[in-house]
């Protein structure tokens, strides 16, 4: 049984950082994706950082390249996403997801299964 427990979330001035955690349980799958989402009011959600669980390779949106960075902590299975230089259109509910496999590409959403309850990112 997989679960995500996202924490770290809050409120800051444009300019600011701040760093979100998932922690990942019964996540065994050889060959899947780790990943963090975010959706915005009013908007669909939207792919921040994917990462290929067999290669360890990582890609990032362009929006938040230079800026946001991914960090896989292995013991405990933890993931972060380091969010630097926030801006206001960095505000939304951010989640993290865990895709059992994939096929071709980590952005893919509807290869994640397993999704976090989120956590909100205010920037001012």
């Known amino acids: 049984h997989v679960q995500l427990v996202e924490s770290g979330g809050g409120s800051v001035q444009a300019g600011g950082s701040l760093r979100l955690s998932c922690e990942v349980s019964?996540?065994?799958?050889?060959?899947?994706?780790l990943g963090w989402f975010r959706q915005a009011p009013g908007k669909e959600r939207e792919g921040v950082i994917v990462?290929?669980?067999?290669?360890?390779?990582?890609d990032y949106a362009d929006s938040v390249k230079g800026r946001f960075t991914i960090i896989r902590d292995l013991t405990p299975n933890t993931i972060y996403l380091q969010l630097n230089s926030l801006k206001p259109e960095d505000t939304a509910m951010y989640y993290c997801?865990?895709?059992?496999?994939?096929?071709?590409?980590?952005?893919?959403?509807?290869?994640?299964?397993?999704w976090g309850q989120g956590t909100q990112v205010t920037v001012s």
């Open positions: 997801a865990a895709a059992p496999w994939y096929t071709g590409s980590c952005w893919q959403q509807n290869a994640y299964r397993y």
């Open positions: 990462v290929a669980t067999d290669t360890d390779i990582t």
């Open positions: 019964g996540y065994t799958y050889p060959r899947g994706c």
